[in-house]
């Protein structure tokens, strides 16, 4: 059975859903993220990489704020959201050319599961502006808690002193 009507043409804000797999799909590494190399040791291979995931961070609050107070109408907070998910994709990309899977321990790994915990957040972020649901911001603020929890590891624990 087919609808006389597009989906985007019934629901609002769903013009953003293809720029959004346009977005995922034009993804490539960022020049000039991070630095460092997986040959120096786990650490050193994510510190950059670590800072533009709190940058990232640190952005999603203040997009977050910005639509509460409506200094972005929900058009502008998608694409903000968007742009974000391009960088965490970005990190991702970089980190397992850096750091080759497995991972089990270290700050790679804690980058690897805070940058899950982050794309959930950005993606339920985005999905419930585009649905107008309010329980995906719930979930968006679950999974952003989770990605910041992991934070406290991505810092290399130096060796103990006898």
């Known amino acids: 059975m087919q609808h006389p009507c597009p989906a985007a043409a019934t629901r609002?804000?769903?013009a953003l859903i293809p720029a959004f797999a346009l977005a995922i799909m034009l993804t490539a590494t960022t020049p000039g993220i991070g630095s460092g190399s997986a040959s120096r040791g786990d650490g050193h291979a994510v510190q950059g990489l670590s800072?533009?995931?709190n940058s990232i961070c640190t952005d999603l609050q203040k997009a977050r704020r910005d639509l509460q107070v409506r200094i972005l109408d929900e058009a502008a907070?998608?694409?903000?959201?968007?742009?974000l998910f391009v960088r965490a994709d970005s990190i991702t990309t970089l980190l397992?050319?850096?750091v080759p899977a497995p991972r089990h321990s270290g700050p790679a790994y804690a980058l690897e599961w805070a940058l899950r915990h982050l794309?959930?957040?950005l993606r339920d972020n985005y999905e419930g502006i585009v649905e107008?649901?309010?329980y995906r911001f719930v979930t968006a603020d679950l999974a952003f808690k989770a990605a910041e929890a992991w934070k406290g590891s991505l810092v290399e624990q130096p060796a103990s002193m006898p």
Not at 77 to 83: A, K, M, Q, S, Y
Request: proline share 0%; charged share 35%.
């Open 51 to 53: 800072r533009e995931f």
């Open 119 to 121: 794309r959930e957040s």
């Open 77 to 83: 907070f998608g694409n903000r959201i968007l742009e």
């Open 132 to 134: 107008g649901n309010g």
């Open 12 to 14: 609002n804000g769903t």
């Open 96 to 98: 397992d050319q850096r």
